[in-house]
């Protein structure tokens, strides 16, 4: 069964904290993306990485960095936390563009106060 | 970036009837799929349709695409109190240049009452 699994399920942080948002996925996918779910916006596109080391920005990249150093496993990194990215962030990956469908994790409900 | 727009935002109806949504889109697709995404979790993949096609079905599911009027709808037949959830389409631009996120709507909110 295809398995994408993200480090906490609800994680709370103080502001200027650095924090680190883990996914790893089981399915030897090339793809992976991050993304933010907030009420009323929908989810949107972070970052996302077609290879090891290669990754780039999407629609709200800022604030926000990622590493990618193996292939199964995908970073979010909040440099500096602000009040403002708290919110649900989803983790998924991909095999193959063009049609691809994506299989997400669970989510990481952040909290930064 | 485009962005799928659904259609309603909320629909509530009795258990057994069918739910209609409708996802409408700004510029060309290479695909359109469905997820849904039960409360507080991840989005789960329920179909996709190649912009080629005119309609697909997949169980209690059927799928419709209209690329003129760049929109889609899910039907769900003979829904069930499991259906409630949130229901999201999803479009890509596949550019050649790598791989591009899709570009969710916000959902339609499906409640369905027993």
């Known amino acids: 069964d295809v398995k994408v699994t993200q480090s906490s399920r609800y994680l709370v942080k103080r502001t200027g904290e650095k924090v680190f948002l883990e996914c790893v996925q089981d399915?030897?996918?090339?793809?992976m993306f991050w993304y933010r779910q907030d009420p009323g916006l929908g989810l949107r596109l972070i970052y996302f990485s077609y290879d090891v080391k290669m990754k780039e920005k999407g629609d709200i990249p800022e604030g926000y960095s990622v590493s990618r150093e193996k292939k199964e496993r995908f970073s979010l990194i909040l440099e500096s936390a602000s009040t403002n990215q708290t919110s649900m962030y989803l983790c998924?990956?991909?095999?193959?563009?063009?049609?691809?469908?994506?299989?997400f994790g669970p989510g990481t409900r952040l909290t930064v106060t | 970036s485009q962005q799928g727009e659904e259609d309603p935002q909320a629909l509530s109806i009795q258990e057994g009837e069918n739910a209609t949504m409708n996802c409408s889109y700004k510029t060309s697709i290479n695909n359109l799929q469905w997820y849904r995404q039960n409360s507080g979790r991840g989005l789960v993949h329920l179909i996709l349709?190649?912009?080629?096609?005119r309609e697909k079905h997949s169980g209690r599911l059927r799928v419709t695409l209209d690329t003129s009027k760049k929109s889609s709808s899910l039907l769900i037949t003979a829904s069930r109190a499991a259906d409630t959830a949130s229901y999201f389409c999803?479009?890509?631009?596949?550019?050649?240049?790598?791989?591009?996120?899709?570009?969710f709507g916000k959902g339609t909110h499906l409640i369905i009452q027993p």
């Open positions: 998924a990956s991909t095999y193959a563009v063009p049609s691809y469908e994506q299989y």
């Open positions: 349709i190649r912009s080629n096609e």
């Open positions: 399915m030897d996918h090339e793809n």
């Open positions: 999803a479009t890509d631009a596949y550019s050649g240049g790598g791989a591009d996120g899709l570009t």
